[in-house]
């Protein structure tokens, strides 16, 4: 039993790239997160999915696409990357309890050039 | 909206001294609480929550938390820490979707 993991651990871009960063998760959960994490901010939610094939809007959307094509897999996008996306990213999970808790990744951290 | 404010950003604490972390949320309704931890280079995980019944809420690693509604609040404490406690703690709040709020975070240091 894996829990979340993430793929990759560490990548470095320059502006204007794409990559897609992927998430898995072994728990049978519905809901899946992405969230970035930056110095004196905390996370902040980019965009999460309550369930195979639907994807929607947190705080921070702008800049990024997801998908959610098999239950177990939630995949953030960067079409055009910038600098001020430069951050660590952590891909989250859990069940459709909404005081159950949230179960995260050990996090990618991306740094755009 | 509800918005997570954690008074203190760092926190130095010598080994088996008490420490207190302090969180405030804003909210016009009721609230579900967290708090969660991230050692250094890894993901976050839980220490504890609140959702309901008694305010004094106890997790792993010994710390626990007070929920206090009229003041808004639910602060962390841990009545003697370790150096394995040195890392990054989060409070959260949820109302009644699968979404948190994440306070910016307090890193706590231990020194021996």
């Known amino acids: 039993n894996a829990g979340v993991t993430q793929t990759p651990k560490f990548r470095v871009l320059k502006t204007g790239q794409s990559m897609t960063l992927l998430c898995a998760q072994d728990?049978?959960?519905?809901?899946m997160y992405w969230y970035r994490q930056d110095p004196g901010m905390g996370l902040r939610l980019i965009h999460y999915s309550v369930g195979e094939g639907t994807t929607a809007k947190g705080e921070v959307p702008d800049g990024y696409n997801v998908s959610r094509l098999k239950k177990q897999n939630f995949l953030l996008g960067l079409e055009s990357a910038a600098p001020s996306q430069t951050s660590v990213y952590f891909c989250?999970?859990?069940?459709?309890?909404?005081?159950?808790?949230?179960?995260f990744g050990p996090g990618t951290r991306l740094t755009v050039l | 909206a509800q918005s997570v404010t954690q008074l203190d950003s760092q926190v130095p604490v010598f080994e088996e001294a008490p420490v207190e972390l302090r969180c405030n949320y804003s909210s016009s309704v009721s609230v579900y609480l967290f708090w969660y931890v991230q050692y250094p280079n890894q993901g976050l995980q839980l220490l504890l929550k609140y959702l309901s019944g008694s305010t004094l809420v106890k997790g792993i690693n010994g710390f626990e938390a007070e929920f206090n509604k009229s003041q808004t609040s639910f602060h962390l404490r841990k009545p003697s820490v370790h150096i394995s406690d040195t890392a990054e703690y989060f409070c959260a709040v949820s109302i009644n979707d699968y979404k948190l709020s994440f306070g910016a975070g307090t890193t706590v240091t231990v020194r021996a």
């Open positions: 989250a999970s859990g069940s459709t309890s909404y005081t159950d808790t949230q179960y």
């Open positions: 728990m049978n959960h519905e809901y």
